[in-house]
Structure formats: structure tokens, C-alpha cells
């Protein structure tokens, strides 16, 4: 599945809803229940492209680029805080006319879909985390707060003006690196450089610190939602041994390890992935 040869499966729609003012790409496909998917820091709907045509087979899927990311509309000084971000996904969830729907996060997306699963918790029917970030796992305590400063800054424009550092950071995130398909490297490139994304990858990096807090008071609200916790046993961005403070928090949580895959298991193994979320938002 290359780029060039496009990753959107056939049938569905590739196009912009307009959410309190802003553009917001969104690839939608299939019938039944809602599925909103949240994708992860510098990733957009491209990261789906393995998964989308099977869940919509169940499910009417809506893959948006988050704003400030992707193929959506970036504006000067956007609040990249997870509420923030939660209150612009609510109004796209309005704009498309969404009422309830299942919800599925990962990384930075799964710690926004905590939040917008508290905040909208009457509209979430189950929940999918997938590795999220959290206040228990220690990667990148010393960096974020680096990168978060005004020189901080300057450093985010060069990570995302060197493509070879986005070939070795998409390394990383793999469990085994030659599981990468064909045209991956590529597709998360094409957005990257997009004036304002280094700005908002920024504005998110501030907040951080001050999130994990907000994060951790917005699981006792939802302590009582299905939930299904997906990590990959080799992830070395969000660490697996996290997984289990999660799981206590979240009482009617079901955790599930995938051997070998890193960070990014609905990439690295996305027939096994497709099966697992399916089969746990099936449930009555």
C-alpha cells in the first residue's frame, strides 16, 4: 500500500468537515455504530490505513486529522492542551452530526480520548486505548521539558525539517523495523512540513507537564467505561509496565499485550489488532 498509489480504502470519503470554524480533514467510511478513531502526536487518519476498511465492516468510521496536524487547518497560537484539544474534537463530533459513538486513542490521541471520554461520558459506549499517554510511564520526563521552553521551539522546527530523524523516530516506535510496509516513511512525511505544525507540535509540548495531571483526575470519571488497553510488549515510548495502573484505575478495563510489536501494533500486526477491537466493541 504506497503513497503514491493512495492508502484510502475504496468506498469511503476523503474530505473536510468545518468545526467551529476550523477545517478539519476527516476520511469516513462504512455503517453502524460511530467509531471515532484519535490518532497519535504527528501522525493523522494515514495511520489507519490498515484498519479502516476492516472496521468499517461493522462500524461507521471517522478518521480525522486533528487540527493542527495532518492535512487539517493549523492556526497561529492554537492551545495545544488535551482540553483544548477534547473541546475541538466535541464540536467536530457535533458538526458531523455524532451523538454516541465508540472512541479509540492512541498515544497522545489515547490520552485526549480520556479526556473527551470524561467530558462527553453519557456519549462514549466503550473505549480503546492503545498504549496512551500517561502519568506512570517515565519516557521523556527530561526531554519534554526541554523542548517545551522557547528555545525548545527552535528545536521542534529542526526535528521536523530532517527526514532522516522521522525514518529513525518511526524506527523506534516499531517492535521489529522490518515490519515497516512500503510507502509508511513516505506518507508520515507529507504533512510534517506544512507551515505551523512545529508551532503547534510546541503548544502541545507546554502543556504536558500540566496534562498528566488533568489526565489522571479524568480517569476516575470514567473508571466505570469498558475499556480495552492495547500495548505492544516492546514499546519504548509509552512503557507496557504503565498498562497495569491504568488497568487498576479503570474498573472494567481488559488489557492485551501483543508479543513483538512496539508502539504501533495496529501497524505492526493489524489483522490481529482489527480482531481484537471488533470483537470488544461488539459487545452488548
Known sequence: MSVA????????????????????????AGSGPALLLVHGLLGYSFSWR?????????????????PGIGFSERRPGMDGSLGAAAGRMEKFLDAAGVNDFHLLGTSHGGALAILLAARLRERVRRLVLVAPANPWSRHGRWQVPVLAT???????????????????RLRQMYGDPRRIAPGTIEGYERPISLPGTAEYVHAILRHWRSDMPRLEGALAEIADLP???????RDRLVFPQSAHELARRLRRAELAMFPGAGHLPYEEFPEEFNRAVTAFLVQS
Open 5 to 28: 498509489g493512495g492508502w484510502v480504502p475504496a468506498g469511503a470519503s476523503d474530505g473536510e468537515i468545518v468545526a467551529d470554524g476550523l477545517r478539519v480533514r476527516c476520511v469516513r
Open 50 to 66: 490498515f484498519n479502516l476498511a476492516a472496521l468499517a465492516e461493522k462500524f461507521s468510521v471517522y478518521a480525522p486529522d486533528l
Open 150 to 168: 522557547g528555545t525548545g521551539l527552535a528545536l521542534v522546527r529542526g526535528i521536523v525539517a530532517l527526514p532522516w530523524l522521522h525514518a529513525w
Open 227 to 233: 475499556t480495552l488497553l492495547l500495548w505492544g510488549d
